[in-house]
């Protein structure tokens, strides 16, 4: 079970931490293929890397410094309004479990992490006016073995 503490709250991420962070080249968001292990689609989900979140693995980043799926996108088609989820996964999303980040595997020369998962907490946060925030930070070397080609 993978549980973090933030102001003295255990909060536990075994039923929290869902989903996938795809790498592909998508219409709507963009280059988010991971050349530096393949040219091909590859899915890492999230639960493979579970254990991987721990205490010493997580910084306070500026997140000016993080690209994000949707970064791209004009404000009235992310947040409330956000395109793939109609909104809904922004207004359900809390904020206090952090974000999960690769270092030095931006698909933006000009950031240094590429968010994995989070992006609409992320963007919570700077609708709220946050600028820095606690991510978890991962290597690629430590993650490159859980990218898989297909979908489950």
Known sequence: MVQIVKNNEDLDLKDTLTGFHRCNHSVTYGDWTLPQISNDDLFLYLKDI???????RRENLYICDIS?????LPLDMTGINCICCNGERYKRCDTKYPGIVLDNASNNPMKRYRLLDGKHRLRKLIDRGFYRAN??????NDIQQYFRKKQL
């Open 68 to 72: 994000w799926k949707g970064e791209n």
């Open 135 to 140: 991510f978890y930070v991962l290597d690629l």
């Open 50 to 56: 579970a254990h991987l979140l721990t205490d010493d």
